[in-house]
């Protein structure tokens, strides 16, 4: 995809969607020494965690309406528990060494996802009145 067409996506423009692309590829880094055997286990559902965090939010952003983008964006918040309960999962069991540059963007994708999701449902709960 081109630059010219990134322009007018707006998932494009988001820092939350920004930080989880991010996130991903740390993921991605963190978890590609993982015990052979868990490459359809523990390392692919944990894969998919992540990728599915900047999916959600592009997928909500993508949508009509705030309604729509509030759904995806509680969607994303489960996937960031989830994410962070298999990071945990994967230390306890020994399969990689802790990362704080990865908690440290778990955190910050967390914390701009549950400011977007606060704004957009403030957004329809003052729109209701």
Avoid at 16 to 45: C, N, R, T
């Amino acid at each position: 995809m081109g630059e010219a067409e990134r322009d007018y996506k707006p998932h494009y423009q988001l820092q939350a969607w920004q930080s989880a692309m991010h996130l991903v590829k740390l993921v991605y880094l963190w978890s590609q020494d993982f015990p052979i055997e868990e490459k359809y286990g523990l390392q692919s559902q944990i894969r998919r965690a992540a990728i599915s965090i900047p999916s959600n939010i592009a997928e909500g952003a993508g949508r009509t309406g705030s309604r729509e983008f509030v759904h995806f964006l509680s969607i994303t918040k489960g996937s960031l528990s989830e994410l962070e309960t298999q990071y945990l999962l994967a230390l306890d069991l020994g399969f990689a060494s802790s990362d704080q540059v990865l908690e440290d963007m778990l955190t910050r994708t967390s914390k701009l996802v549950s400011g977007l999701h606060k704004f957009h449902k403030q957004k329809i709960d003052s729109s209701k009145r």
